[in-house]
C-alpha cells in the first residue's frame, strides 16, 4: 500500500489489530512503525521479526523516501530532517496518534530526528544498532577486531568514497554486522536502492550529530546495543543514551550480538521490546 505523505508517496504494510475484543468493550494496542536501515534498503529486513510483536501491537512496516517501494524523491530530499519529518506526514496521513517508532541503524538515526523534531508526537521510542553521530575511529577498531586489517581498511575506504567502495564493503564488511547466518532469501527479496546509501554515506553522515538534539526527546526511549557491533557500538550506544533526558533513558547491551540485534539476539531482545510495550499500555 502506499500512502501521500507531504511532496511524496511511501509504501507501507500492516500487521496485527489497532482494536481487540475484550469482553463488553474493544481494546487499544500500541502502534508500533519500524523505520528500517539504509537508507536505499527496504522493510523486509524485519520480517519476520515484527510478526513477532503483532500478538501485543499493530505493526507497521514503513519504506522510506528513497528506499524500498517507496517514491525515489530526489537527492535534494534525502536528508535526516526530510525524512524525519516524513514519519509525521505519514502518521498524519493515517490519523496515527502517538505511535512507538523503532528505528534500527539508520532507522533510528531517522527516529531520533524525529522525536528531536517532534517531541509531543510518539509516545516511545525504540532506537536499534545506531548512533547519534559517526565516530569510525571507534568503528574502525570494531572492524579490525572482528575482520582484521583488510576489513579495517575497507571500512575505512568506504566512508571516504562510498560511491566506489560499496560493493567491496558489502562483501567485506556486511558480513561482520551480524553473530547469526541471515535468513535465506533475504537479501534478494529486498528492493535496493545502494545510490541513495552513498549519496548518505558521503554527504550527511559525515557530519551529522544529533546529541544536542536528543535534549528535546520527551518520550520513554529504549536503546538496545550489540557489543559486537562494528557500526554503531557500545560506545555509541552510551553516548546516545547519555544525551537523551536521563529519567527517560533504558539501555540494553547484548554480549553475543552484533549490528544484527533483532537476530543475533531474538529471545531476548523480543523480550525487552515486548515489557517496554507492556509498560506504555499499563501508563
Given at each position: 500500500?502506499?500512502?501521500?505523505?507531504?511532496?511524496?508517496?511511501?509504501?507501507?504494510?500492516?500487521?496485527?489489530?489497532?482494536?481487540?475484543?475484550d469482553?463488553?468493550?474493544?481494546?487499544?494496542r500500541?502502534?508500533?512503525?519500524?523505520?528500517?536501515?539504509?537508507?536505499?534498503?527496504?522493510?523486509?529486513?524485519?520480517?519476520?521479526?515484527?510478526?513477532?510483536?503483532?500478538?501485543?501491537?499493530?505493526?507497521?512496516?514503513?519504506?522510506?523516501?528513497?528506499?524500498?517501494r517507496?517514491?525515489?524523491?530526489?537527492?535534494?530530499?534525502?536528508?535526516?530532517?526530510?525524512?524525519?519529518?516524513?514519519?509525521?506526514?505519514?502518521?498524519?496521513?493515517?490519523?496515527?496518534?502517538?505511535?512507538?517508532?523503532?528505528?534500527?541503524?539508520?532507522?533510528?538515526?531517522?527516529?531520533q530526528?524525529?522525536?528531536?523534531?517532534?517531541?509531543?508526537?510518539?509516545?516511545?521510542?525504540?532506537?536499534?544498532?545506531?548512533?547519534?553521530?559517526?565516530?569510525l575511529?571507534?568503528?574502525?577498531?570494531?572492524?579490525?577486531?572482528?575482520?582484521?586489517?583488510?576489513?579495517?581498511?575497507?571500512?575505512?575506504?568506504?566512508?571516504?568514497?562510498?560511491?566506489?567502495?560499496?560493493?567491496?564493503?558489502?562483501?567485506?564488511?556486511?558480513?561482520?554486522?551480524?553473530?547469526?547466518?541471515?535468513?535465506?532469501?533475504?537479501?534478494?527479496?529486498?528492493?535496493?536502492?545502494?545510490?541513495?546509501?552513498?549519496?548518505?554515506?558521503?554527504?550527511?553522515?559525515?557530519?551529522?550529530?544529533?546529541?544536542?538534539?536528543?535534549?528535546?526527546?520527551?518520550?520513554?526511549?529504549?536503546?538496545?546495543?550489540?557489543?559486537?557491533?562494528?557500526?554503531?557500538?557500545?560506545?555509541?550506544?552510551?553516548?546516545?543514551?547519555?544525551?537523551?533526558?536521563?529519567?527517560?533513558?533504558?539501555?540494553?547491551?547484548?554480549?553475543?550480538?552484533?549490528?544484527?540485534?533483532?537476530?543475533?539476539?531474538?529471545a531476548?531482545?523480543?523480550?525487552?521490546?515486548?515489557?517496554?510495550?507492556?509498560?506504555?499500555?499499563?501508563?
Amino acid at each position: 500500500m502506499r500512502v501521500q505523505a507531504g511532496d511524496t508517496r511511501l509504501f507501507f504494510d500492516v500487521e496485527g489489530s489497532k482494536l481487540v475484543p475484550d469482553g463488553p468493550a474493544m481494546r487499544e494496542r500500541p502502534t508500533v512503525l519500524l523505520l528500517h536501515g539504509g537508507p536505499g534498503f527496504d522493510h523486509t529486513e524485519f520480517r519476520p521479526f515484527g510478526s513477532a510483536l503483532a500478538d501485543v501491537a499493530q505493526v507497521i512496516y514503513l519504506d522510506h523516501r528513497g528506499s524500498g517501494r517507496s517514491d525515489r524523491s530526489g537527492p535534494e530530499r534525502w536528508n535526516l530532517d526530510t525524512w524525519a519529518d516524513d514519519v509525521r506526514a505519514f502518521c498524519d496521513a493515517l490519523d496515527i496518534e502517538r505511535p512507538v517508532v523503532l528505528g534500527s541503524s539508520f532507522g533510528g538515526m531517522v527516529a531520533q530526528a524525529y522525536a528531536a523534531r517532534h517531541p509531543d508526537h510518539p509516545a516511545k521510542l525504540i532506537l536499534v544498532s545506531t548512533t547519534a553521530r559517526l565516530r569510525l575511529d571507534r568503528m574502525l577498531v570494531m572492524f579490525e577486531r572482528l575482520g582484521g586489517a583488510r576489513a579495517a581498511g575497507v571500512a575505512r575506504r568506504f566512508f571516504a568514497d562510498p560511491r566506489a567502495t560499496f560493493p567491496e564493503y558489502i562483501d567485506v564488511c556486511f558480513p561482520l554486522y551480524r553473530q547469526s547466518p541471515p535468513e535465506q532469501g533475504a537479501v534478494e527479496r529486498a528492493v535496493l536502492h545502494l545510490d541513495v546509501g552513498g549519496y548518505f554515506v558521503a554527504g550527511e553522515m559525515q557530519t551529522f550529530d544529533l546529541r544536542a538534539d536528543l535534549a528535546r526527546v520527551r518520550c520513554p526511549t529504549l536503546v538496545l546495543s550489540g557489543d559486537l557491533d562494528p557500526f554503531a557500538t557500545t560506545e555509541d550506544a552510551r553516548e546516545l543514551a547519555a544525551a537523551l533526558p536521563p529519567e527517560l533513558v533504558q539501555i540494553r547491551r547484548f554480549p553475543s550480538a552484533g549490528h544484527a540485534v533483532l537476530d543475533d539476539a531474538r529471545a531476548e531482545a523480543l523480550a525487552a521490546i515486548r515489557a517496554f510495550l507492556g509498560a506504555a499500555r499499563a501508563a
